[in-house]
């Protein structure tokens, strides 16, 4: 059989290390994380920016995921495939933690809810599948903004909607938090959707290190952020997107 390509391999092995980062990352810094020489390295990432695998930031110079990247990871892990494979886990986090629990995928700029698990309690509830939320006012759309700048510069660009008195609509200040979700691995919402109901999520990837949509719990902002409960139930949110990731890359 003939070898391996080796300028695939190497075009392979950034796009990798881009997504290890976690976030963007310069020629100089690319170069040396994959053991190529920078001469090297920008060749390759002007190529890859042509077929729109990568993007790069043009105030800093430094590059990122590319929106054609990202969508072929979307189609190939379509919704009813995502959401077969997480809804053990999404059940699981539902009734540990006592809150209703959603399961989101980009639409656009906005995200549509592909699994939904009602709270574990007699309270009168509507099945949310296949409802749109707002991204930039919710605590999953705020975790496919944080792994997705293309989007996240293009929701920027439009006006962005007060739903409620809380709710961000400074584009500066939304990218601005964008780099805190990504490096901590988890987004935060306190009745910027709806006032009184709060947020939490994380991001859950595909195989490869893409993020293809984001896990998180919603309830009453009261008790979803309650001092004592917090820390926990973050954590738990955290390790059932990781759990459904596992799950994804088998």
Do not use: C
């Amino acid at each position: 059989m003939p070898g391996t390509v080796q300028s695939i391999e190497r075009a392979a092995t950034l796009l990798h290390a881009i997504v290890e980062s976690g976030g963007q990352m310069g020629v100089t810094e690319l170069a040396a994380a994959v053991g190529l020489p920078k001469t090297t390295t920008h060749g390759l990432l002007r190529t890859l920016l042509a077929v729109g695998f990568v993007e790069q930031d043009q105030r800093t110079g430094r590059y990122t995921l590319g929106a054609g990247l990202l969508g072929l990871g979307s189609h190939y892990l379509d919704a009813n495939e995502l959401r077969s494979r997480a809804s053990n886990w999404a059940d699981s986090l539902a009734a540990r933690s006592g809150f209703a629990v959603r399961l989101g995928t980009p639409a656009g700029l906005q995200v549509v809810v592909v699994h939904h698990v009602f709270r574990p309690d007699d309270s009168p509830q509507e099945l949310e599948v296949g409802s749109v939320l707002p991204a930039h006012a919710t605590a999953v759309g705020k975790v496919l903004l944080a792994s997705r700048p293309a989007m996240a510069r293009a929701l920027a660009d439009t006006p962005l909607e007060a739903l409620t008195p809380r709710t961000l609509v400074d584009p500066a200040a939304l990218l601005a938090e964008l780099p805190t979700v990504r490096a901590r691995g988890w987004a935060e919402q306190q009745g910027e959707y709806r006032l009184g109901v709060g947020g939490i999520a994380a991001p859950v990837h595909g195989p490869g290190g893409l993020v293809v949509g984001a896990l998180g719990v919603s309830g009453p902002v009261d008790e979803l952020f309650a001092d004592a409960a917090r820390p926990a139930l973050r954590a738990m949110v955290v390790e059932a997107a990781a759990a459904v990731s596992r799950e994804l890359a088998t």
